[in-house]
């Protein structure tokens, strides 16, 4: 008695997993409340820099998606970087742009990221910047 109460438990809870998989969106497509951010480059390379001279970079970007495009923040991973972004929501075909500004006041290599939040599917979009601070 106790095997067959065992397999019908495990029988119920085999189809309530399978019908969880078939009801879920697929990820390859992406959902249609969803923008989606075609960035032209993930990584920048300020090469030498010097010390004490603040270097910036545009991140620009165009929404492929359906809906349009909302950034609702741009983090830093340390407080030597100040990142902008486009604060109006991007149309589907427009673009947008987010900027990174580091303070090069430390000499040495570095590689910092802004972690950009967006109604994409991921959520987020990492954007990096690096290079080396020299002395004057």
Known sequence: MKK???LAAF???ANMVVAQMAAAPS????S?????????N???DFGKIKQGVPVTHEFSFVNKGKAPMIITNAQ????CTIPSWTK?????GGQGYVKATYNAASPGAFDKSVTVTANVETGVVTLRIRGEVVQN
């Open 11 to 13: 029988v119920m809870t």
């Open 32 to 40: 249609s409340d969803m923008a989606v951010a075609v960035v032209d």
């Open 27 to 30: 990820s390859n497509q992406p």
């Open 76 to 79: 830093p991973s340390c407080g």
């Open 42 to 44: 993930l990584v920048h």
């Open 4 to 6: 067959l109460i065992f």
């Open 88 to 92: 109006d929501p991007i149309p589907p």
